[in-house]
Structures are given as C-alpha cells and as structure tokens.
C-alpha cells in the first residue's frame, strides 16, 4: 500500500471512518434486544467481504491476479489470525448490548495497552518504565471508568461487569489480532491477510449462526444489511487514511471515535456520559498516545 503523503486526506478519512464505526455500533446497540450478537457478526462479515475485495482489486489493479492474492503458505497463521478477530468482535458485539456508547468505545480503545503487555512473553520485548508507566495509567483509566459503573459496589449489576469484562477482552483479543499482523506481515501481502481474514471471520460466524438465527424483520434486516455496509465502508476509509499518512500523525484523530460515542449516545439513547468515564478515557487515550510515542523513539534509537 503505497503512501501517498496527503495529511489532510488522512485526516478527513480517518474522523469519517470513526463517525461510520459510531454509527455501526449505534445500529449494533439498538439490534441487541431483537437479534443475537452472532447473527448480528454474521451480517458485518458477510456484507463488508465484497467491500474488502473491491479494496484487494484496486491494489492489485485490474490485471492483477485475484486468486494469487488468495495464496499462502501461513495458512494456520491466517487461521489463527480469523479467529482472534473474531473472537475480538464478538467481545466488541456483546459489550454494546450491555454498556453506554462512550464507556464501549473508551474500553475497547485498550489495545495498544494489551500490545505492550503481550509483547514481553510473546516477543521477548524489554518495556521501559516509560512505557510500563504508560500501562499502569492506562489501567487505572479503566478502574475509573468500571468505579463509574458501580464496581466493587453492591450497585455493580451483571449486565454492566460482564459488559466492561467483554470490553477489555476485546482490547486483549485485539491485540493477539495486532501481533499475528505483525508476524504475517513479514511474508505475506497486505492483501493476502485482509482477503483472508475477511473471508475466515464470515466463515465462523456462519459457523454459529444455524445456533442463534432469529429471522428479523424487514426494518431489522436492513438495519443488519446497513452494519456490515457500513462497516465495510468504514474498513475502507480508514485504509485510504493509513495510505496518506503516517501513523504517528494519524493515531491522535482516530480517538475522534470517543466523541462520536459520547454525541450518538446522547442523541440516540439518551446516555450522558459521567466525570468517572471521561476521566478514565482521558488517560486511556493519554496512555496510549504515550505508548505510541515511547515506541517511535526506541525505533529511532535502534536504527
């Protein structure tokens, strides 16, 4: 994927395709009382893939060879790959049902935090009090958040511990999802781990579905027809916004995603966000834009 050093596009993508992440998971939330997460998956997986090949042909251009896209010798790694997305998903899917918008988005928003702590066992990477102190603040903005939500109270009902629970999973699932990138990267095409990964996630979320199918009804339909469109069309936009600009330039405007939730929640389901949530997705974001920070720097040093 060619960069095309255009800021201004990036940036336009990139608060665009946070506003259509936004509105998904509004149209997630809303479904959760009528149609199982699962078969909600099913429809994001199935109804983004052909978005995903369009974006695959147009790298590939149009006397490139789709099907050699399609090829690999990692085949368990793309596996391995589908399953942590789609088990980040499901998390994603399932902490919506039972969370306010902006509490959801700031929780899952996690991951860089989970890379770090990953990196040591599974990569051998020493992390440095910068980075370890990025970490620990980062947790304790998810303390806040869940102290916001009545935890350690007898208030702390099932609905929203299992819903913060899920959340952090997906920020941990999300971040096996990172790391497997980062390894098959280093053989196999850009191309060649989205077509696979899109094409496996609707695989297993087809898997489950015959378990879960509630038929929906026409209204319901196309609202899990406009998820995966929206979805598909959102993957894209934040394609195009990593292609025109780095990543450390970027990175900043990708947490617009936490406004967007705190005005869809309001406007939709009437949810106003606490001191406790806010403060806690400051220093989440803080953290992590420091953790992003610290590892640009190492970089610079190794080189």
């Not at 998904?24 to 052909?50: C, I, N, T, W, Y």
């Not at 959340?167 to 971040?175: I, R, V």
């Not at 990175?251 to 389901?269: E, N, T």
Request: glycine share 10%; aromatic share 10%.
């Amino acid at each position: 994927m060619a960069l095309r050093h255009d800021p201004k596009r990036g940036v336009i993508f990139m608060l665009l395709a946070c506003a259509l992440f936004a509105g998904m998971s509004v149209l997630v939330k809303d479904l959760a009382g009528r149609v199982h997460f699962l078969e909600q998956m099913f429809f994001r997986s199935a109804f983004a893939l052909p978005v995903v090949v369009l974006i695959v042909v147009r790298r590939i251009g149009l006397r490139g060879d789709l099907a050699g896209a399609l090829r690999t010798r990692r085949f368990p790694g793309h596996v391995l790959r589908a399953m942590t997305g789609t088990a980040a998903q499901a998390c994603s899917f399932f902490a919506l049902a039972h969370l306010p918008l902006a509490e959801h988005t700031a929780l899952t928003n996690t991951t860089p935090l989970f890379v770090t702590l990953l990196s040591i066992p599974l990569l051998g990477e020493k992390v440095g009090i910068h980075r370890a102190s990025a970490v620990l603040a980062g947790f304790l903005g998810i303390v806040v958040i869940a102290l916001g939500q009545g935890a350690f109270t007898g208030d702390f009902g099932g609905a929203a511990r299992w819903g913060i629970i899920a959340a952090l999973a997906h920020g941990m699932f999300s971040a096996g999802t990172t790391m497997l990138v980062r390894t098959l990267s280093a053989t196999e095409s850009s191309g060649t781990i989205v077509l696979w990964q899109s094409l496996l996630m609707t695989f297993f979320s087809l898997f489950w579905l015959p378990f879960v199918w509630v038929t929906p009804s026409a209204m319901d339909l196309l609202m899990l027809v406009a998820i995966g469109l929206i979805g598909g069309a959102a993957q894209t936009l934040l394609t195009e916004a990593w292609a025109s600009a780095q990543v450390s330039f970027l990175a900043p405007y990708s947490y617009s995603a936490l406004l967007w939730a705190v005005l869809f929640g309001w406007i939709v389901f009437g949810d106003v966000p606490g001191l406790s949530t806010l403060a806690g997705a400051l220093a989440i974001v803080l953290a992590s834009l420091y953790i992003m920070h610290r590892e640009i720097v190492v970089r610079g040093r190794k080189r």
